[in-house]
């Protein structure tokens, strides 16, 4: 991992190189939304298209309006199982 991404995000970057070391770097940019990108509430991630294997030609990243759409349904299922309800109750 190139040291100017430890060095911008130096909490993060270990997670990362663990991530890309376990599974590969595939495995991350295909789960980086579910898996990696979530750790962002604790600590400065980057963003998908900022890693250094991220390809603009064979990889897609989310936009504005479905980052906000994932954020909205995290909110609802941790609302879901603060309360113990189920989302049609």
Request: aromatic share 12%; hydrophobic share 30%.
């Amino acid at each position: 991992m190139p040291d100017q991404l430890a060095e911008q995000y130096p909490e993060a970057a270990p997670y990362i190189q663990q991530a890309v070391a376990e599974h590969g770097e595939e495995w991350v940019l295909e789960h980086y939304y579910e898996q990696l990108y979530p750790l962002g509430r604790v600590m400065a991630m980057p963003e998908k298209d900022e890693l250094p294997f991220y390809d603009d030609d064979e990889h897609d990243t989310m936009t504005e309006d479905e980052k906000v759409e994932m954020y909205q349904a995290w909110a609802a299922y941790r609302e879901n199982l603060r309360t113990g309800t189920k989302p049609e109750e």
